[in-house]
């Protein structure tokens, strides 16, 4: 299974919105709504900030959305916050009982 | 609350075996998978595989079967991951997380170093 494909590296300024993609195919991305978000700060473990494509748990910012078209999912972030600034990743089902990670993408608060 | 929480760092030479370990706690253990992601220096995550805690039944990711096996202690809700033949590419940071479908929960991740 490869990797779903996100951009290495993204930025806004404080306040802005920044939207990061993570593109597959029509085996994972495509094929369902299994489809989630993580953020790591340096040195920490991962965090759920979207799962199902769209849905927030408990306690994440409304400020977190996902949506998906096709074969892409992305995850956008408005009011970017300076700690926001953190990697993503995106994690989706690669078909069957086999899961994938994106590449992961840089969030830089400029 | 749920918990998960890991064994503490290892340092190894290479060729040995590793056991990670992944204590669950907050939640009925048999009722959610768990799955193993790890990370290597300056790297991004990549997946494991997972077991079912409910059968013992273990999927790997391709390049992940033989050396790496996971496996269970129902009665401590632990998960283990046991790396063999340890090889110094498998230095990394290693997690466990609850659920295959969506990772809601984390251990705070075990580095392992493999070096002579």
């Known amino acids: 299974q490869s990797a779903l494909t996100q951009p290495p590296s993204a930025s806004g300024s404080p306040g802005q919105s920044v939207t990061i993609s993570c593109t597959g195919t029509?085996?994972?991305?495509?094929?369902?709504?299994?489809v989630s978000w993580y953020q790591q700060h340096p040195g920490k473990a991962p965090k759920l900030m979207i799962y199902?494509?769209?849905q927030r748990p408990s306690g994440v910012p409304d400020r977190f959305s996902g949506s998906k078209s096709g074969n892409t999912a992305s995850l956008t972030v408005s009011g970017l916050q300076a700690e926001d600034e953190a990697d993503y990743y995106c994690y989706a089902n690669a078909g069957g009982n086999i899961w994938v990670f994106g590449g992961g993408t840089k969030l830089t608060v400029l | 609350q749920v918990q998960l929480v890991q064994s503490g760092s290892e340092l190894k030479k290479p060729g040995a075996s590793v056991k990670v370990s992944c204590k669950a706690s907050g939640y009925s253990f048999n009722k959610h998978g768990m799955t193993w992601v790890r990370q290597a220096p300056g790297q991004g995550l990549e997946w494991l595989g997972w077991?079912?805690?409910?059968?013992?039944?273990?999927t790997y990711a391709q390049g992940f079967t033989g050396r790496f096996v996971f496996s269970l202690d129902t009665s401590v809700s632990t998960a283990y991951l046991e790396i063999r033949s340890l090889q110094t590419e498998d230095t990394a940071v290693y997690y466990c997380a609850r659920e295959p479908i969506t990772l809601d929960y984390w251990g705070q991740g075990t580095l392992v170093i493999v070096s002579s």
């Open positions: 077991i079912n805690t409910d059968s013992g039944n273990p």
């Open positions: 199902e494509v769209n």
């Open positions: 029509s085996s994972d991305v495509g094929a369902h709504n299994y």
